[in-house]
Structures are given as C-alpha cells and as structure tokens.
C-alpha cells in the first residue's frame, strides 16, 4: 500500500523509521491488523513494531482504533494506514522534491563548471583562482555536466508522472 519501491516513499520513510521499520511497514496488508499481526507477518520484535506504530502514529500516517473483548475485558488494538494522509504528506514531498530538483537543474543549466581534487566550482571561481585550487593544488579541469542535468530532468519526469497518479487516485 505504501509503494515502498517508489524512491521518494522509501527515502520519506527510511528518514522517519529507518530500516526496520521499512522492513515491518512493507508487510502491513491493506485494512486493519494487530501489532501482534504485523509482528508475525515481518518476523519482527513486538516492541519494535510498537515504535514504529507509535511513530507513524505521531505523524499523523497510522491510526487506530480498541475493541473490547466483553468476557475478558481484554482491549485489542486495531491499526490501519491512513490513507488520505499518506497521499497528502506524498504529494507535498514530491511537490518539495520537484523544486528542489528544478532549482538544481536551472543551477546545472546556466553554469560551466570545473573541478580539482577536492571540489566542484563555477568557472567564474575557478578563473579567479588562475585553474589552480589552493586547497588541493591540483588543477581545475572543466567537465561536462550533460549526463548530471539529464538524470536530473529523468528523476523530476518520474516524480511528474507519480504527482498525476497520487491526484487521480
Ligand atoms: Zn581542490
């Protein structure tokens, strides 16, 4: 349900619950399940898939809802993803991966740049220091950053293209 294979999915929630909660939200079926559940189904601790639970929780993504067993008064948690804020919370990170991509890409676009050793520099700074990097002292060489800016424009086209597919469902 999560799409975790989308990268900016994984990268979003890598942030938010590292790995292993990756690993335990990847097995969380679509509807409601116990934490006992998504323990079972992700061989994971209880405890861990309470944290991550609790996390996702607090970020407004998991939510749930008590039943209580009327002849032994034991309360089940019931846990489902909620889905309309899973869909905002992607859409705003892609809308801010998009900007930050464009704002890349129009960087990549109008300058030439250069690079030594240890950095990676316009050619206005590389030209003010005579070619010569006076932290590596080895020379600036140009380089061509056409693959840069066409990986850039692949990575905002498939972020386009996944921003239609959230609106639509
Ligand atoms: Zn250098």
């Not at 859409?91 to 990549?108: F, H, K, P, S, V």
């Not at 206005?124 to 066409?150: H, Q, T």
Request: with cysteine; glycine share 4%; charged share 35%.
């Amino acid at each position: 349900m999560l799409e975790s294979d989308n990268f900016l999915v994984k990268e979003y929630f890598k942030k938010m619950i590292g790995e292993e909660g990756m690993k335990i939200i990847e097995n969380v079926p679509a509807g409601e399940i116990t934490d006992e559940e998504i323990a079972r189904l992700s061989d994971s601790k209880l405890s861990s898939v309470r944290k991550v639970l609790y996390t996702l929780y607090e970020n407004r993504i998991a939510e749930y809802r008590t039943e209580r067993d009327d002849n032994s008064g034991w309360i089940t948690y019931l846990w489902r993803f909620n889905h309309d804020n899973v869909k905002k919370i992607m859409e705003e990170e892609a809308a801010g991966n998009i900007n930050e991509l464009n704002r890349q890409l129009e960087e990549e676009r109008k300058g030439v740049f250069y690079q030594c050793n240890c950095q990676r520099v316009l050619f206005e700074e590389a030209a003010a220091k005579d070619f010569l990097c006076d932290e590596c002292s080895s020379n600036f060489e140009y380089i061509d950053n056409g693959n840069l800016i066409k990986e850039l424009e692949e990575k905002v086209e498939v972020i386009a293209k996944w921003m239609k597919v959230l609106k639509k469902g």
